[in-house]
């Protein structure tokens, strides 16, 4: 039982443990970043493909 005490004691007393939560929290802030340019890169793809076959498609029927 002392054993495990004294890891939980040194794993509290270094900084590898915060360092390494940090890391987490920005790869996490990243990745919500790159979902969300990547979602509205695709909204914007899509509605100017859209144009795009509406326009083509009024042109041709003329």
């Known amino acids: ?12 007393r270094e900084e590898d443990g ?3 939560v ?3 929290v ?3 802030l990243i990745i ?8 509205t890169l695709g909204s914007n793809a899509n509605n100017t493909f859209s144009n795009v076959a ?4 009024v ?4």
């Open 1 to 12: 039982m002392s054993k495990l005490f004294a890891c939980a004691v040194r794993f509290l």
């Open 18 to 20: 915060p360092t390494a």
């Open 22 to 24: 940090e890391y987490a």
């Open 26 to 28: 920005m790869l996490a």
């Open 32 to 39: 919500v970043v790159c979902i969300a340019s990547i979602t």
């Open 54 to 57: 509406l326009n083509t498609a």
């Open 59 to 62: 042109s041709s029927g003329s």
